[in-house]
């Protein structure tokens, strides 16, 4: 298949899964969508302009795919230059500077993502709303341009709820934020709906998937102690919560930056699943992937090299 091929199919299947977090989130989502993209073709234009030697172009579908991942991942009161700032981050530093196409060695959204957390962790949490403000354009866009201040109807994403619930079971957690749990759980849902597109078509195999689907559910398995206080989440709540199906199908299926043998898939992919796990359990992130899939990044030329020895091959 070639790179626009599988990047157009990708951008399709992204669309249930973003429709979803318009309909629960407001229009917020489409704004960061709408500017990420925009933001994107900009920079990749500017850059391939002053790099003539760099692989790709900015009608490969490329970039356009790390803009949208990007977009889908913000919160939908992110100031517009915040998420600009994540979306040059991630092409410049995450694709271009390895050469462009086919080249990096981390994920570019991932990399845009990891770098917005860390440099704006309040920013990013700013995901739950108890007012209809969502839905009123004149105080989200200026709210998205910087000119109005969020006070006192922001809050966390499931996640970052259920770490600090202070002392309540997760039965009692799910009665207290049993709408936004279900608001992540229909997300969640919906990007599996477009990662069985992607496998109908043949963009992707099921194998990563499912080992990162796999990885997620052992790890929980192993230390749920059937909803305690204590509790580190109950299976469910781990595969329907946070980015879980978005990663599993859309991100860590990357074939640049994931190996090539398909053992050493598995294992890449396996990893990332309770790497996820941990990050979210007892890392100072509420949800892991980012980091997870850079962790796993990083190790996916020594898996190749341990279990295929054959160098991995570039996109053109």
């Known amino acids: 298949m070639k790179t ?21 989130f407001g229009p917020g989502i489409v704004i960061n969508l709408a500017a990420c993209i925009a933001t ?10 002053l790099n003539k030697t760099a692989n790709g172009h900015p009608s ?13 991942a913000l919160p939908p009161f992110l100031p517009i230059p915040i998420a600009m700032a994540g979306v040059v981050f991630a092409l410049v530093f995450g694709k271009h500077v390895y050469g462009g196409l ?21 920013a990013m ?40 619930r202070q002392g309540q079971t997760v039965a009692e957690f799910w009665l207290t934020q049993g709408t936004l749990m279900s608001a992540f759980a229909w997300i969640n849902i919906a990007f599996l709906v477009g990662g069985l597109y992607l496998l109908k078509v043949k ?7 499912a080992a990162t689907l796999i990885g997620i559910l052992v790890a929980s398995l192993v230390f749920y102690d059937s909803g305690s206080s204590a509790s580190l989440g109950s299976p469910l709540l781990h595969l329907l919560s946070g980015a879980t199906m978005l990663g599993a199908f859309f991100i860590v299926t990357d ?13 890449y992919a ?22 997870a899939v850079l962790l796993m990044n990083a190790s996916s030329p020594l898996l190749d090299l341990w279990l295929s020895q054959k160098p991995k091959k570039s996109w053109s």
Request: aromatic fraction near 12%.
């Open 40 to 49: 994107g073709w900009l920079c990749e234009t500017l850059v391939y302009r």
């Open 125 to 164: 949490t700013q995901w739950q709303s108890s007012t209809p403000i969502s839905y009123d354009l004149y105080p989200l866009i200026l709210i998205k341009t910087g000119l109005l201040e969020i006070q006192g109807f922001s809050g966390a994403t499931p996640l970052d709820l259920f770490r600090h």
């Open 255 to 267: 074939p640049v930056s994931s190996p090539d043998a398909r053992l050493a898939q598995l294992i």
């Open 102 to 122: 086919g080249q990096n060695i981390f994920n570019p959204a991932m990399v845009g993502y990891a770098g917005l957390i860390i440099a704006f962790p309040m």
């Open 60 to 72: 490969d579908g490329s970039g356009l795919l790390t803009c949208a991942l990007i977009g889908l």
């Open 4 to 24: 626009q091929q599988f990047m157009y199919h990708t951008l399709i299947a992204l669309l249930p899964g973003a429709m979803v977090m318009a309909y629960f």
């Open 270 to 291: 396996g990893g990332i699943g309770v790497l996820i796990f941990l990050i979210r359990s007892i890392g100072a992130y509420p949800d892991g992937l980012a980091f």
């Open 203 to 209: 963009v992707i195999s099921w194998h990563m998937p």
